[in-house]
């Protein structure tokens, strides 16, 4: 009966070590998809975090069309050593291809949670103190206005309540239910 606490307590392990690392990157990916701003000190943190893969890495993976295909290649790798690591533990021996499938499924479900942890932090922080400069909530507002902005057209304030993070926040739960569970339970066939 031991064997499943242990093997529960290397799978939890594994996922905090790498769940960390591949947020740090995650972030740093989409600070530069929306252009945030690099001297704020939450983004200077993330970039001496990220850069000692990052920058060998960039030497030989160079950009596409403004995508930094370095830190998507290294999401990659992390999720897949991650989803390998994990599928070990548990005694599995993966097929390849269930494994990526699995990855990017991972990888599109962290995206969406910190789209989602992204507004909340917002929503927060305009009812605790409006207007107030703080680094953290320059980020989250670059972070996330690239989404609220569309659902602000699509459904103007209403006098000072602005429900366009409830519209996008649906919009993002939907694409978990409609796009990476599906995903995700393809790879897990595949594996």
């Known amino acids: ?82 989803t390998l690591l994990v599928a070990l533990v548990l005694g599995l021996s993966p097929n390849p291809i269930g494994l990526l499938v699995v990855a990017v499924a991972e990888l599109l479900g962290k995206v969406v949670w910190t789209f989602i942890g992204a507004i909340i932090i917002q929503v927060i922080l305009s009812w605790v103190s409006p207007g107030a400069y703080n680094p953290v909530a320059a980020v989250v507002y670059s972070l996330t206005e690239p989404l609220l902005a569309p659902a602000r057209r699509v459904l103007p304030p209403l006098g000072a309540i602005d429900l366009s993070p409830l519209i996008v926040i649906l919009a993002l739960q939907l694409s978990q239910i409609l796009v990476v569970a599906p995903l995700r339970d393809l790879g897990a066939t595949l594996l």
Do not use: H, K
């Open 1 to 82: 009966m031991g064997g499943g606490y242990f093997s529960n307590a290397g799978v939890f392990l594994i996922d905090a070590v790498f769940g960390l690392y591949i947020f740090a990157v995650l972030l740093r990916f989409l600070f530069q998809l929306v252009r945030a701003d690099f001297y704020n000190p939450l983004c200077q943190a993330i970039v001496t975090v990220t850069n000692p893969p990052l920058r060998p890495l960039r030497r030989y993976v160079p950009s596409l069309a403004g995508l930094d295909t370095a830190s998507i290649l290294l999401l990659l790798v992390l999720q897949t050593a991650n």
